[in-house]
């Protein structure tokens, strides 16, 4: 791809640059901690790759951490995977996340938005209020330290009091969307055994109301854990029999009291799905993501206490605990629970526009959804709050920047526009926002601080202005401290630092440019990634396969030019089995009942046969390849084939399809 030098498509002006957080940084890190006074972020950035511990040490001044016992350092161990963080120190991320009430009790911390599109504030006092009766009423419970508590809950406030409570007493928090049916919730959530599980009766979405009593009822049945129940009642429902009701646990008038735990403390766990076996179920800790998050929202995303932050999100991506991370900046966030379009296409603006957001994140789907279906965002709403428009989940394509700076533009909007990327496995961004860079069309402005990120050949070179594997050098706080269940730690090694030693590996394809910036190409494996939300194909084949018509069946996810995602299902039918109508609609509803709409492909096609490796392995990666354009004999090691002949249908749908 050519990196020659473009014309920026926007440039921060000089009072915008003087004023960011990162700058004031910094002034005061060159004063403090030597870093370098001039030369900027990029100057900025080398320091904090290279002086790795006097860059954290900072970060945790900068932004006041206050640790209950001091660490003994900062890296006891710097070895990927295993790094050992701030050793000795203690905390409690909840504690932060409260912190502002001392300052502005009575302001919003929460803007609790449904479909009817109206605000509800929940201020700093409430919000506390609420977490500490919470607390006391899981420790009278039994939930002690490292006990993990689930949520079947969407994007509500009680979901951030229930992770607030669980984290101020020293649980573990894990949860998943409503949306999500039971199999794919106890794939999850049977893995880490929760002691209380909070769930609502249903949910609204698309203008329609959802049941899910019989949902939560399987759950109970299936998770023999759960010691209680809180029932959340959206729906208005009575809760069902031996449950607890969220009204009568968050009543009272009580300080929250903060488990003081090791920096490496489990935070949550969340669940990233790889091509095979149960979805990993990723442990961060406490004292990594409060660290992680305090540099990516104060330092990139330049959020303070006058900042009303919205991501558009649910409660099984990892995008929602990045939002409520907010809390930790003092920045008031927005909390949408609804449909990404309804009633119109234009849903997130309006909400934008009437909570005052001044960061407002999307999917680079919804942009281009918006731009197709001709809103205009800045002609239409009242968006002169808006400073930044970021979106994630997939590279949004060069169109979709020019649209949204036009669009703004039109307005006499200076609009900063950041795309960013990260994933689950360390719930921050590897790229991204930087307030003081220039944005070019399709490119991320930079590597974040800390983060020594790299683009690799197959041989561990790094690359520039050339497409390469997207490698992490160096640790981050936020790295999982392990995945549970994995109590050798095979499946977390294999998971990132199989292809490079002791380097993190990600799985996606990216160009860093001579200018500093980063391009990211899609995954470099076989992972589906809908809109950021990565799912397993396994997930998908065990569903469909137990179907008798289905003999065997493959999956495929393919980054689109225009910024859409393809998703066929292939599938190999028993012999007599006919793809007719009917068929195709049992498939599709079985995946949607067991899995969750996202997993429903976009086009099932019947194939004369699955290939596979020598070994039995269904082979993903070469036959996306192939649907990419890729010549056969550059696809794949023919020598590695069950059947070659059955790749020559694939090369054939990728001639028709071009």
Excluded at 295 to 306: A, F, N, T, V, W
Excluded at 426 to 434: I, L, N, Q, Y
Excluded at 605 to 627: A, C, D, N
Aim: with cysteine; net charge negative.
């Amino acid at each position: 791809m050519s990196t020659a030098n473009p014309l920026p498509l926007w440039q921060p002006d000089p009072e915008r640059i003087a004023q960011a957080q990162v700058t004031r940084f910094q002034t005061w890190a060159a004063e403090h901690h030597g870093a370098p006074a001039d030369g900027g972020y990029a100057a900025l950035h080398r320091w904090s790759v290279a002086e790795l511990d006097t860059f954290w040490q900072a970060v945790t001044e900068w932004f006041d951490v206050r640790f209950s016992t001091p660490y003994a350092r900062v890296l006891g161990d710097r070895s990927m995977p295993g790094a050992h963080w701030f050793p000795g120190a203690t905390l409690n991320y909840a504690e932060r996340a409260l912190r502002a009430t001392a300052t502005r009790a009575d302001e919003p911390a929460l803007l609790y938005v449904d479909e009817t599109h109206e605000p509800t504030p929940v201020t700093w006092s409430e919000l506390r209020r609420q977490v500490g009766s919470l607390a006391a009423e899981l420790r009278t419970l039994g939930v002690r330290p490292g006990d993990r508590v689930s949520g079947y809950l969407p994007n509500i406030p009680q979901a951030v009091v229930a992770l607030l409570a669980t984290a101020a007493v020293g649980g573990v928090w894990t949860s998943c969307a409503p949306d999500f049916g039971a199999r794919s919730v106890l794939d999850r959530f049977q893995q880490v055994e929760p002691v209380v599980l909070f769930t609502v009766d249903g949910y609204r979405y698309g203008g329609k109301e959802h049941d899910r009593r019989d949902t939560v009822a399987e759950l109970r049945r299936e998770l023999p854990t759960l010691r209680a129940v809180v029932h959340i009642p959206l729906l208005g429902t009575d809760a069902p029999e031996g449950a607890l009701e969220w009204s009568s646990l968050t009543s009272a008038d009580v300080e929250p009291v903060f488990e003081q735990v090791p920096f490496e403390h489990p935070l949550w766990v969340l669940y990233s799905s790889g091509t095979t076996g149960l979805p990993k179920a990723i442990v961060q800790s406490q004292g990594g993501i409060l660290v992680e998050h305090l540099k990516q929202l104060g330092l990139h995303c330049d959020l303070g206490p006058e900042d009303r932050f919205f991501w558009y999100t649910s409660t099984g991506w990892m995008m929602w605990n990045f939002l409520v991370s907010g809390l930790l900046t003092g920045t008031t966030i927005v909390l949408y629970d609804g449909s990404p379009g309804y009633p119109d296409t234009g849903a997130q603006w309006r909400i934008a526009e009437r909570t005052g957001a001044t960061l407002y994140g999307t999917s680079a789907a919804y942009v281009m959804a918006c731009r197709k279906a001709g809103v205009h965002p800045s002609r239409d709403f009242d968006l002169s709050q808006v400073q930044c428009v970021a979106t994630t989940g997939s590279p949004l394509p060069p169109d979709g920047f020019r649209w949204l700076h036009e669009e703004f533009a039109d307005s006499g909007a200076d609009l900063w526009i950041a795309s960013v990327s990260g994933g689950t496995d360390v719930c921050s961004c590897f790229a991204g926002a930087v307030p003081t860079l220039p944005v070019y069309i399709g490119e991320l402005q930079a590597p974040g601080l800390g983060t020594d990120l790299q683009s690799w050949d197959p041989n561990g070179e790094p690359l520039v202005d050339e497409v390469g594997e997207l490698v992490v050098t160096n640790p981050m706080p936020s790295m999982p401290v392990y995945f549970w269940n994995d109590p050798d730690g095979t499946r977390y090694h294999d998971s990132y630092f199989d292809t490079y030693p002791g380097v993190w590996r990600h799985g996606d394809w990216i160009t860093v440019t001579s200018r500093g910036s980063v391009v990211i190409h899609g995954r470099s494996d076989s992972t589906l990634n809908r809109q950021g939300v990565r799912m397993g194909s396994a997930d998908i084949y065990e569903a469909v396969e137990r179907l008798p018509e289905i003999k065997e069946s493959l999956v495929i996810g393919i980054e689109q030019p225009d910024g859409g995602y393809w998703m066929p299902l292939f599938v190999h039918l028993a012999p007599g089995a006919v793809l007719d109508e009917a068929l195709l609609g049992r498939i599709k509803q079985t995946i949607r009942e067991q899995l969750s709409p996202r997993h429903v492909p976009d086009e099932v096609i019947e194939v004369p046969g699955v290939p596979h490796t020598l070994t039995g392995k269904r082979i993903e990666v070469p036959v996306k390849r192939l649907l990419q354009g890729t010549p056969l004999e550059k696809a794949v090691n023919p020598g590695s084939i069950d059947n070659l002949g059955l790749l020559s249908f694939y090369e054939e749908l990728a001639r028709k399809r071009a």
